[in-house]
């Protein structure tokens, strides 16, 4: 395993502060992706390119089951009994990977019917790299489990940076459809954020299988955290895809201006939840207190969420317009309630991927409950953008005080029980 430090001209860097880094570079990178992109296509194209960016942060949630459950089983562990681990999730991920390449494949058309796009095109290249993309969520669980932030960063920073490249590239040569050229940087990046790419191809490692007890609870915190993590693509992609459906094209475009700059709060707070997970784990495994550095984490990122809820609230018109421009700044009002919004569901998943560390899953059916009442909400109330994000505000502030709620009667308990 790497060593948790290294030295740059004699300053000493753990691994932990150059993910930290990292990620701050790839958050800062998918930003600006997202803000040319906007300034390229206007309001009404850069719908459609939404929808893909939308599609990107699905599968990205999709394949977190399989990154949290590989960096779960390998924290901690021997090297054999990771590579059966790894070995056993690759095969599951390029399996289900395929079959929902398939199915996105066949339903093309419908998809472009349904969220009102210029192509279906786009569709059939980004069903072609879910299987990568779930392979490479495998091989960064590998990384994050062992707490090599070294490799895990690389993984994050070739991703971004070819998506980033190769889709002005194309947007610059190539006189065709936007949505199609962005659809194949997309696919590309997939194979660039492959690498390092963790081989596991031993005689020794092949004939190796996992006994039926550790199948059964690998199989219980796939499904358990794949339904979490169902919840977030619920709460935190929902909205756009049906305003999409619902409002049109020049709105649609106009509102995920307003979500990708609202949800920065949620990239920032995403960093520190790869930390902690591993750390959890870790830290149980030797009977160590969790709470210190669970309220460390939470800290943190509270304390960011609400710096850039009060920078959307009094400065909006200045970040909108450094962001996406002046075709955008007819949601300027609305920026600091989604930056809101959002703060209170990133604060509220420090608790559930806390519980997950522990093994304790009430917390993710509560999200679970809340993701569904938010769309439910949204189809039957959404005759502005302004009331579609209220709704938000109200749905996460209920989710945050049953989070709380839970937690407090889990301390309690653990107090009784000692």
């Not at 390998?74 to 054999?80: K, L």
């Not at 962005?182 to 996992?210: D, N």
């Not at 930390?275 to 149980?284: A, E, R, S």
């Not at 569901?345 to 993701?371: M, R």
């Amino acid at each position: 395993m790497l060593t948790s430090q290294f030295s740059i001209r004699n300053i000493n860097f753990k691994s932990e502060q150059v993910f930290m880094l990292s990620a701050l570079l790839v958050n800062g990178g998918n930003y600006l992706y997202n803000l040319i992109l906007g300034r390229m296509l206007g309001p009404t194209q850069f719908a459609d390119a939404a929808i893909l960016i939308t599609l990107l942060m699905v599968l990205s949630f999709m394949a977190m089951t399989f990154q949290l459950t590989v960096a779960k089983f390998t924290a901690g562990s021997v090297d054999e009994d990771q590579t059966v681990f790894v070995n056993f999730l690759k095969k599951i991920s390029l399996f289900i990977g395929v079959i929902l390449g398939i199915v996105i494949a066949l339903f093309a058309e419908n998809l472009q019917i349904l969220l009102q796009t210029s192509s279906k095109a786009m569709f059939y290249f980004f069903a072609a790299g879910i299987p990568l993309y779930f392979l490479m969520s495998v091989n960064r669980g590998y990384y994050q489990g062992n707490k090599n932030f070294f490799k895990l960063s690389v993984t994050y920073q070739g991703e971004m940076l070819s998506r980033l490249g190769i889709t002005i590239i194309l947007l610059w040569t190539l006189n065709t459809d936007s949505s199609l050229l962005i659809a194949i940087g997309i696919l590309a990046s997939f194979i660039f954020g492959l690498l390092p790419y963790k081989k596991t191809t031993s005689t020794s490692i092949k004939k190796s299988v996992l006994d039926n007890k550790n199948t059964k609870s690998v199989l219980l915190f796939i499904s358990i955290t794949a339904f979490y993590e169902f919840t977030q693509i619920i709460i935190n992609n929902s909205d756009i895809i049906l305003v999409k459906h619902y409002f049109e094209a020049y709105e649609a475009g106009l509102y995920a201006s307003l979500a990708l700059i609202g949800r920065m709060v949620y990239f920032v707070a995403w960093m520190f939840v790869m930390i902690l997970l591993p750390t959890v784990v870790k830290m149980k495994k030797n009977g160590e207190n969790t709470l210190p550095v669970f309220f460390k984490y939470l800290s943190l990122i509270s304390l960011l969420a609400g710096s850039i809820v009060v920078a959307t609230y009094f400065i909006p018109e200045f970040i909108i317009q450094l962001m996406f421009g002046k075709a955008y700044l007819a949601m300027a009002p609305l920026l600091w309630k989604y930056a809101l919004a959002t703060s209170l569901f990133a604060i509220s998943n420090v608790f559930v991927y806390y519980f997950l560390s522990l093994e304790k899953y009430i917390p993710v059916i509560a999200s679970g409950v809340f993701g569904i009442a938010q769309v439910s909400l949204i189809i039957f109330f959404h005759k502005s953008l302004e009331q579609v994000v209220e709704i938000q505000i109200i749905a996460m502030v209920l989710l945050l005080v049953i989070q709380l709620i839970l937690f407090f009667y889990q301390q309690n308990k653990n107090v009784e029980l000692k």
